[in-house]
Protein backbone atom coordinates (compact mmCIF):
# COMPACT_ATOMS: atom_id res chain seq x y z
CA UNK A 1 0.00 0.00 0.00
CA UNK A 2 1.13 3.33 -0.60
CA UNK A 3 1.73 6.82 1.49
CA UNK A 4 -1.35 9.23 0.96
CA UNK A 5 -0.07 11.86 -1.26
CA UNK A 6 1.80 14.90 0.54
CA UNK A 7 -1.22 17.14 -0.22
CA UNK A 8 -4.10 14.60 0.76
CA UNK A 9 -1.57 14.39 3.96
CA UNK A 10 -1.54 18.40 4.99
CA UNK A 11 -5.57 18.11 4.95
CA UNK A 12 -5.90 14.83 6.90
CA UNK A 13 -6.60 14.28 10.56
CA UNK A 14 -4.98 14.10 13.87
CA UNK A 15 -4.05 10.55 15.02
CA UNK A 16 -4.11 10.58 18.74
CA UNK A 17 -2.67 7.18 20.70
CA UNK A 18 -3.54 6.38 24.10
CA UNK A 19 -2.33 2.77 25.71
CA UNK A 20 -4.92 1.88 27.61
CA UNK A 21 -8.42 2.76 28.08
CA UNK A 22 -8.49 4.69 31.10
CA UNK A 23 -6.08 6.98 28.91
CA UNK A 24 -8.94 6.78 26.28
CA UNK A 25 -11.45 7.75 28.78
CA UNK A 26 -9.88 11.09 29.52
CA UNK A 27 -11.05 12.56 26.12
CA UNK A 28 -14.68 10.72 26.83
CA UNK A 29 -16.63 14.09 26.88
CA UNK A 30 -15.18 15.51 24.86
CA UNK A 31 -15.14 13.50 21.85
CA UNK A 32 -17.78 13.42 19.00
CA UNK A 33 -17.47 9.68 17.14
CA UNK A 34 -18.69 9.77 13.94
CA UNK A 35 -17.30 5.88 12.67
CA UNK A 36 -15.02 3.21 13.31
CA UNK A 37 -12.57 1.15 11.68
CA UNK A 38 -11.23 -2.35 13.35
CA UNK A 39 -7.51 -2.90 11.97
CA UNK A 40 -5.23 -5.15 13.15
CA UNK A 41 -6.99 -5.92 16.53
CA UNK A 42 -7.24 -2.08 17.13
CA UNK A 43 -10.31 -0.08 17.01
CA UNK A 44 -9.49 3.31 15.36
CA UNK A 45 -12.32 5.64 16.13
CA UNK A 46 -13.20 8.88 14.25
CA UNK A 47 -14.63 12.27 14.77
CA UNK A 48 -13.87 15.52 16.47
CA UNK A 49 -12.19 16.75 19.17
CA UNK A 50 -12.45 20.50 19.57
CA UNK A 51 -13.89 20.74 16.16
CA UNK A 52 -10.58 19.39 14.85
CA UNK A 53 -10.79 16.30 12.68
CA UNK A 54 -9.33 13.16 14.75
CA UNK A 55 -8.83 9.40 15.36
CA UNK A 56 -8.71 7.96 18.28
CA UNK A 57 -6.70 4.65 18.74
CA UNK A 58 -6.11 2.44 22.05
CA UNK A 59 -2.86 0.88 20.83
CA UNK A 60 -1.92 -1.23 23.70
CA UNK A 61 1.40 -0.98 26.34
CA UNK A 62 4.63 -0.51 24.73
CA UNK A 63 6.67 0.61 21.61
CA UNK A 64 5.95 -1.64 19.23
CA UNK A 65 2.36 -1.20 20.06
CA UNK A 66 2.92 2.18 19.78
CA UNK A 67 4.36 2.07 16.46
CA UNK A 68 1.97 -0.21 14.75
CA UNK A 69 -0.71 2.20 15.64
CA UNK A 70 0.98 5.17 14.63
CA UNK A 71 2.21 3.55 11.25
CA UNK A 72 -1.26 2.76 10.36
CA UNK A 73 -2.24 5.85 11.51
CA UNK A 74 0.08 7.41 8.65
CA UNK A 75 -0.44 5.11 6.16
CA UNK A 76 -3.66 4.31 6.03
CA UNK A 77 -5.48 6.94 7.56
CA UNK A 78 -3.33 9.78 5.99
CA UNK A 79 -3.18 11.48 9.18
CA UNK A 80 -1.03 14.91 8.72
CA UNK A 81 -0.04 14.65 12.64
CA UNK A 82 0.36 12.80 15.58
CA UNK A 83 -0.26 13.06 19.77
CA UNK A 84 0.38 10.82 21.86
CA UNK A 85 -1.65 11.21 25.47
CA UNK A 86 -1.44 9.55 28.96
CA UNK A 87 -0.09 8.87 32.53
CA UNK A 88 3.69 8.66 33.28
CA UNK A 89 6.19 8.31 36.18
CA UNK A 90 8.21 11.22 36.92
CA UNK A 91 11.87 10.69 37.65
CA UNK A 92 12.91 14.40 37.61
CA UNK A 93 13.34 15.73 41.53
CA UNK A 94 10.68 18.21 42.68
CA UNK A 95 7.95 16.87 40.44
CA UNK A 96 4.26 16.00 41.59
CA UNK A 97 1.53 13.77 41.00
CA UNK A 98 -0.57 15.65 38.55
CA UNK A 99 1.80 17.74 37.16
CA UNK A 100 2.05 17.41 33.05
CA UNK A 101 5.15 17.24 31.13
CA UNK A 102 4.61 18.44 27.18
CA UNK A 103 7.97 16.74 25.55
CA UNK A 104 10.23 18.87 23.57
CA UNK A 105 12.25 15.38 23.13
CA UNK A 106 11.44 11.99 23.19
CA UNK A 107 14.49 9.73 24.02
CA UNK A 108 14.06 5.97 23.83
CA UNK A 109 16.35 5.02 26.51
CA UNK A 110 16.54 0.80 26.08
CA UNK A 111 17.99 0.48 22.80
CA UNK A 112 21.30 0.36 22.87
CA UNK A 113 25.05 -1.55 23.68
CA UNK A 114 25.98 -3.23 26.72
CA UNK A 115 29.89 -3.23 27.12
CA UNK A 116 32.14 -3.40 29.75
CA UNK A 117 29.50 -3.13 32.28
CA UNK A 118 28.15 0.04 30.78
CA UNK A 119 24.73 1.04 28.83
CA UNK A 120 25.19 3.28 25.70
CA UNK A 121 22.15 4.33 24.32
CA UNK A 122 21.65 4.68 20.39
CA UNK A 123 19.04 6.39 18.21
CA UNK A 124 16.52 2.86 18.00
CA UNK A 125 17.71 2.01 13.81
CA UNK A 126 21.09 2.64 14.23
CA UNK A 127 24.08 0.04 14.72
CA UNK A 128 25.11 0.05 18.45
CA UNK A 129 29.14 -0.49 17.39
CA UNK A 130 31.44 1.08 19.12
CA UNK A 131 32.94 2.93 15.58
CA UNK A 132 29.20 4.23 15.27
CA UNK A 133 28.75 7.47 17.31
CA UNK A 134 24.53 8.41 17.84
CA UNK A 135 23.23 10.31 20.11
CA UNK A 136 19.55 9.46 21.05
CA UNK A 137 16.48 11.26 20.68
CA UNK A 138 13.80 12.83 18.74
CA UNK A 139 13.16 16.77 18.76
CA UNK A 140 9.92 18.11 18.38
CA UNK A 141 9.84 20.91 15.90
CA UNK A 142 10.63 24.53 17.33
CA UNK A 143 7.98 26.16 15.75
CA UNK A 144 5.22 23.95 17.41
CA UNK A 145 6.71 24.02 20.59
CA UNK A 146 6.50 28.53 20.48
CA UNK A 147 2.82 27.26 19.63
CA UNK A 148 2.39 25.20 22.65
CA UNK A 149 4.01 27.39 25.00
CA UNK A 150 1.77 30.47 24.13
CA UNK A 151 -1.21 28.49 24.36
CA UNK A 152 -0.96 26.60 27.44
CA UNK A 153 1.10 29.63 29.33
CA UNK A 154 -1.70 30.41 32.30
CA UNK A 155 -3.27 27.05 32.50
CA UNK A 156 -4.68 25.70 35.19
CA UNK A 157 -4.43 22.15 35.96
CA UNK A 158 -6.92 20.26 37.89
CA UNK A 159 -5.98 19.01 41.38
CA UNK A 160 -6.13 14.95 41.23
CA UNK A 161 -8.97 13.28 43.50
CA UNK A 162 -7.91 12.37 47.12
CA UNK A 163 -4.88 15.16 46.63
CA UNK A 164 -4.60 17.85 49.16
CA UNK A 165 -5.29 21.52 48.22
CA UNK A 166 -3.01 22.69 50.52
CA UNK A 167 -0.04 21.19 48.66
CA UNK A 168 1.12 23.13 45.57
CA UNK A 169 -0.97 23.23 42.67
CA UNK A 170 0.00 20.94 39.93
CA UNK A 171 2.44 22.80 36.95
CA UNK A 172 2.62 22.26 33.54
CA UNK A 173 5.91 21.95 32.36
CA UNK A 174 8.01 20.95 28.63
CA UNK A 175 10.99 18.96 28.61
CA UNK A 176 12.22 15.66 27.81
CA UNK A 177 10.56 12.05 28.35
CA UNK A 178 12.30 9.04 28.13
CA UNK A 179 10.63 5.75 26.69
CA UNK A 180 11.07 1.95 27.34
CA UNK A 181 9.38 -1.35 26.96
CA UNK A 182 9.97 -1.38 31.09
CA UNK A 183 7.72 0.03 33.93
CA UNK A 184 9.61 1.75 35.92
CA UNK A 185 8.79 0.89 39.63
CA UNK A 186 12.45 1.31 41.53
CA UNK A 187 14.14 4.27 43.22
CA UNK A 188 17.86 2.68 41.85
CA UNK A 189 16.79 2.87 38.33
CA UNK A 190 14.69 5.58 38.50
CA UNK A 191 17.98 8.06 39.65
CA UNK A 192 19.91 6.16 36.89
CA UNK A 193 17.65 7.39 34.18
CA UNK A 194 17.61 10.81 35.36
CA UNK A 195 21.31 10.75 35.63
CA UNK A 196 22.17 9.29 32.32
CA UNK A 197 19.43 10.92 30.06
CA UNK A 198 18.18 14.01 32.10
CA UNK A 199 14.45 13.05 31.35
CA UNK A 200 11.33 14.22 33.30
CA UNK A 201 9.35 11.33 33.17
CA UNK A 202 9.32 7.77 31.75
CA UNK A 203 7.22 6.14 29.86
CA UNK A 204 6.58 3.39 27.49
CA UNK A 205 5.35 4.50 23.53
CA UNK A 206 6.06 8.10 23.14
CA UNK A 207 9.81 7.85 21.43
CA UNK A 208 8.08 5.03 19.02
CA UNK A 209 5.64 7.05 17.49
CA UNK A 210 8.51 9.78 17.34
CA UNK A 211 10.13 7.91 15.48
CA UNK A 212 7.20 7.09 13.08
CA UNK A 213 6.79 10.27 12.86
CA UNK A 214 9.47 11.19 11.38
CA UNK A 215 9.70 8.53 8.67
CA UNK A 216 6.48 10.04 7.41
CA UNK A 217 7.53 13.61 8.18
CA UNK A 218 4.29 14.38 10.42
CA UNK A 219 4.31 16.47 13.63
CA UNK A 220 4.45 14.53 16.93
CA UNK A 221 3.30 16.00 20.00
CA UNK A 222 3.56 13.79 23.21
CA UNK A 223 1.59 14.78 26.83
CA UNK A 224 1.97 13.22 29.60
CA UNK A 225 0.67 13.36 33.54
CA UNK A 226 2.27 12.33 36.31
CA UNK A 227 0.41 9.55 37.94
CA UNK A 228 3.62 8.06 40.29
CA UNK A 229 6.73 8.86 40.61
CA UNK A 230 8.43 5.87 39.13
CA UNK A 231 9.40 4.18 42.71
CA UNK A 232 10.49 7.34 44.06
CA UNK A 233 7.72 6.29 47.10
CA UNK A 234 8.44 3.13 48.11
CA UNK A 235 4.91 0.94 47.52
CA UNK A 236 3.44 3.85 45.39
CA UNK A 237 0.93 2.19 42.77
CA UNK A 238 0.22 4.93 39.27
CA UNK A 239 -3.34 3.13 39.45
CA UNK A 240 -5.09 4.78 42.44
CA UNK A 241 -4.36 8.29 40.06
CA UNK A 242 -4.70 6.56 36.80
CA UNK A 243 -8.04 7.92 35.67
CA UNK A 244 -7.20 11.81 37.01
CA UNK A 245 -3.94 12.02 35.40
CA UNK A 246 -5.16 10.96 32.16
CA UNK A 247 -7.79 13.35 32.24
CA UNK A 248 -5.06 16.05 33.01
CA UNK A 249 -3.19 14.81 30.22
CA UNK A 250 -6.16 15.01 27.60
CA UNK A 251 -7.53 18.28 28.72
CA UNK A 252 -4.05 19.50 28.03
CA UNK A 253 -4.09 17.97 24.43
CA UNK A 254 -7.55 18.72 23.75
CA UNK A 255 -6.31 22.60 24.05
CA UNK A 256 -3.21 21.96 21.81
CA UNK A 257 -4.71 19.81 19.12
CA UNK A 258 -5.63 22.74 17.12
CA UNK A 259 -1.66 23.93 16.96
CA UNK A 260 -1.40 19.93 14.93
Excluded at 75 to 101: E, K, T, Y
Excluded at 120 to 128: D, H, K, L
Excluded at 175 to 201: E, H, K, W
Excluded at 232 to 243: E, I, N, S, T
Amino acid sequence: MSSPPSSARSIGPVGIIVAIDEERAGFSAMFAETERHDIAGRTFRCGRLNDVAVIVVRAGIGKVNAALASTLLCQHFGCRALALSGVAGAIAPGLQLGDAVVADRLVCYDYGAQVDGAFQAYQPGTPPLPTIRSSPGYEIDPALLTRVRDSVTGMVLPILPGRSEAIPPPRLLVGPILSGDTLVNCAAMRASLYTQFGGLVVEMEGAAMAQVARRFRVPALVVRAVSDLAGGVPGQDFRPHLAGASLTAATVLIRLVTHL
